[in-house]
């Protein structure tokens, strides 16, 4: 292993979302709280999603998982496409970097760059309300596993695109969708039965669920359930990652 | 001679673009320690090879090594040993050029005092230091190619390429840069060019390869290349050619000229023809010759022998 290839490419990765972190960091932090200050002031009182929880304790975790998730996906995404736009992604495919530590570097920086957002999030909102903290073990394992995951998803995303477009594409049509239909906005045991089978078939439900699961000790599906299902796609996108990198798809010609 | 180690070995390349097959079973080798030119018309397909050195292109079918590495199965050794300057510009929005170098650096695993003075030397060596801060968009054209041939030396490479690396530099950074690859040629390195200037392969390269349509047409020391070539060149100078006309040439002199310029002649001759014959054919024409210049063909010129394209 060239490991410090690895890490330089990783320090890399990290200091390019962090000289925009306007954009990068703050700014989704920002809009992921709108969500919280509108649903959660407007939906509070009427809202009963867990028992014992208001609205705004049971939605912040998702909103948190939200953040993160999208984030780690646009962290590798972007950056590969913008490495393919301006050519610079030659500079580290000719030199002594391996498909395996091009992978963990990349998926290292989605995972800080997901953690970043957040923990901006999360912190306003364990401020602002009252978060319990049943297993912090159990919601750092999720929010790892889960932008490691994204952080995949968006590298193969950034692979397959040739254009802006066609990662904007698989963002609005596939990305935001599943996020925003994985019970962060509600339990899905409010849904009609149709519903609630065809939430089981989105993996996000099940990092948002065991993510929640780490602050309220309740969830809608047994947490183990939730990390086998997470770990079986991380495994999964890890195995596509590696075979695209090795072949070199779209990125070697 | 023949014994002398090699740098880079290319066997039986090969590659399609779709239909378009853009390396035919190329076979060739570069010497260590040589200063190699690959030649050829727009499209014969040198990048593509050069950039099959470094897997930017990935082969069909055969095999290369630089320094005796596979650049597929070794593929670090290989890469650690290889130093490449692409020909399209590259730029980084990101990062100032000294971070872009260092960034560099630790790819390949370099760090520390000595790598940091050995980037502020490359600075210095290719003008740049001035622009150490400044982000590649903010350089012109001819900058940013020397930043291309920075982050290319970076890890000191037994084997830099360089594709075009004089195209639309002005001529004093062209002497700059000749300058700068001899002398690395000189501490050793061995080095492959492709270029469009065929004065610039004739000054540097001591071998040259000119490939057309995907396939090697020729690999020859330049010397003995431009040997090989039978012409010589007799430019006659007149007065003035507005009212010559070709058809008062002999017929001899006429199957000669080659082009016609201004205020001048230019015949391409034979060398087994004897030149009294030819001063005396001029004469005989009564042409009114103020100065005559002969001169061996250039590489330019053996080079359209050799394809019939123009560079
Ligand atoms: N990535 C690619 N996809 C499809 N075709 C390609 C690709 N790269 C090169 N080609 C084709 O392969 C052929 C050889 O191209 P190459 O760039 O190697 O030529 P070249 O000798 O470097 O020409 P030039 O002097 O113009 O730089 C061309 O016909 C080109 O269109
Ligand atoms: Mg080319």
Redesign the interface.
Known sequence: M?W??C???F??EI??FY??SVQTVFAPVVSTLLFLLIFGQVLDTRLDAFSGLSYSQFLIPGLVMMALLQNAFSNSSSSII?SKM???L?????????PLELYIAFVGAAIVRGLAVGMGVLLVGWVGFDLQWYSVGWVLLFAVLSAALMGGVGLIAGIVSEKYDHLAAFQNFFIMPLTFLSGVFYSIQSLPPFWQTLSMFNPFFYMVDGFRYGFYAQSDVSVYLSLFITLVFLVSVTVINLILLVK?VKI?? | MNSDPVAVQFESVTKCFSRLQALNNVSFEVKQGSFFGLLGPNGAGKSTLINAMSSLVVPDSGQIHVMGHDVQKNYRQARRALGLVPQELISDPFFSIRDLLIVQSGYFGLRGRAQLAWIDELLVRLALADKADALTAQLSGGMKRRVLIAMALVHKPAVLVLDEPTAGVDVDLRRTLWAFARELHTAGHTIILTTHYLEEAEALCDKVAIMQKGEIKALEKTQDLLARHPYRYLRVTLPETGSFNPQDLSPELAIRLAEREANALLFKIEKSLAMEQVLAWLQQDGLNIQDLTSRDASLEEVFLDLTGAQL
Do not use: C, D, T
């Not at chain 1, 030659?90 to 391996?98: A, D, G, N, T, Y």
């Open positions: 060239n410090y290839g890490w330089a490419f320090k890399k200091a390019r000289s925009v913008q301006y050519g610079n030659s500079f580290v495919l000719v030199s002594p970097i391996s070199g070697r010609h």
